[in-house]
């Protein structure tokens, strides 16, 4: 085998790797909020509200999703018969539309932040501190060369940082979260023991 089909079959084989994974993180992630009556997709609706802030827009969960409006729509149906959000309408201009967790809702939220730490805990886990650093910066670069791809003339520099900055807070709240939830649950586990 030449040296340049060894490097297409490498190229390849992380191609495939990168989807295989991507599902498999999926299905576990659809198992572990499947516990609380969610899925991975309603999981990431539900933070995205939470954290974004109110009022947010069906696009607004779309673009920070990485999903299309239509897609994002169609889940927000589905989450609306399940109880889980509603739409209400802006009082000053009435064709736009926010989405609110219900009660329901945040409840399940609430329960899944836990568990969603300890699952990336778990999985990141054989990973050193060194190789975690050079996994982001390789998924960054790969972030880049599609945002490129999907944005022609676009300036990329600017979406990848806006795109950071919004997420980190997010991420920083969830953690925050995470921890808090993990500490009161064990309080609660300890004083059932007395």
Known sequence: MTV?????????????LMHRDYRLLVNCED????????????????????????????????RWMGRSPNSVSMLVDRMVKADLVRRTRDRIDRRE???VATSKGEKALKL??????EFIQKIMLPLSEADRRTFVRLLEALRYETLNYLNPGEDIEAMVVNDDKSHAKMMERLFHDAVLSTRQAKRQGGKKKL
């Open 31 to 62: 198992q572990m909020y499947g516990e609380e009556g969610l899925t991975m997709e309603q999981f990431s609706v539900l933070a995205t509200i939470k954290y974004i802030g109110s009022p947010v827009r069906p696009t607004d969960i779309a």
């Open 4 to 16: 340049d089909a060894k490097s297409q079959n490498l190229v390849l084989r992380l191609w495939f």
């Open 112 to 117: 899944a932040i836990p568990a969603s730490w």
């Open 97 to 99: 539309v926010h989405v």
